[in-house]
């Protein structure tokens, strides 16, 4: 595991060096509604310039961080600290871009990623899961990967993503509605 962050992270050295990695502004601060009933914002957006899929997936991560609790001043500071986490993900092979995304109500946050390959993002997921486990709250940590589809497609119309085996288990993943078109500051 620890292998594959590593290679991650010289890679990402490689694309920021390239000037291929970017932070584009187009969702920040907008909300997102999803299907169990929460509101999260995105805080952060980075992407790959140029960075087409030939087998688009969308990977979606949820997780809480267990030593912040409900502390909006930690939150806020996690919220800004967490670019330097960049390389954990920005060199694995396929991917494309991703949305930070946080519930400041619930304290969950969430990642909408885009990826080159569906496979490839179940492989980055098995490895971040073990990762975040460490220092997430107890049964917090999970993912959902939709083959075959677009983020921008999946923000646009949501309804494109097949519905799961029932509703226990799919709410947290899928939106509820298209990205809200005006942005929103947190509290």
Same mark, same amino acid.
């Given at each position: ?115 080159? $390959?569906? @496979?490839?993002?179940? &492989?980055?997921?098995? *490895? +971040? ?5 460490? #220092?997430?709250? %107890? ?24 519905? $799961?085996? @029932?509703?226990?288990? &799919?709410?947290?993943? *899928? +939106? ?5 078109? #005006?942005?929103? %500051?947190?509290?």
């Amino acid at each position: 595991m620890v292998g594959a962050f590593a290679r991650s992270a010289v890679a990402t050295a490689r694309l920021l060096a390239a000037g291929r990695l970017a932070s584009p502004t187009t969702y920040l601060d907008r909300r997102l509604c999803f299907a169990d009933g929460t509101t999260s914002f995105v805080f952060r957006e980075t992407a790959i310039r140029d960075g087409q899929s030939r087998d688009p997936a969308v990977l979606i991560v949820e997780f809480q961080l267990r030593a912040i609790g409900r502390s909006r001043l930690w939150h806020a500071l996690f919220r800004r600290e967490c670019i330097l986490h960049t390389p954990l993900f920005a060199g694995f092979l396929g991917f494309r871009s991703k949305l930070w995304i946080t519930d400041t109500t619930t304290g969950n946050y969430r990642g909408l990623y885009e990826w080159d $390959g569906a @496979g490839r993002a179940v &492989d980055y997921a098995d *490895r +971040l899961v073990r990762l975040l486990a460490l #220092v997430s709250t %107890r049964g917090s940590v999970r993912y959902h990967v939709v083959p075959g589809l677009r983020r921008e497609a999946f923000l646009r119309d949501p309804a494109l993503a097949p519905a $799961g085996p @029932g509703p226990k288990t &799919d709410g947290w993943w *899928r +939106l509820a509605g298209p990205i809200q078109g #005006v942005p929103v %500051r947190p509290r």
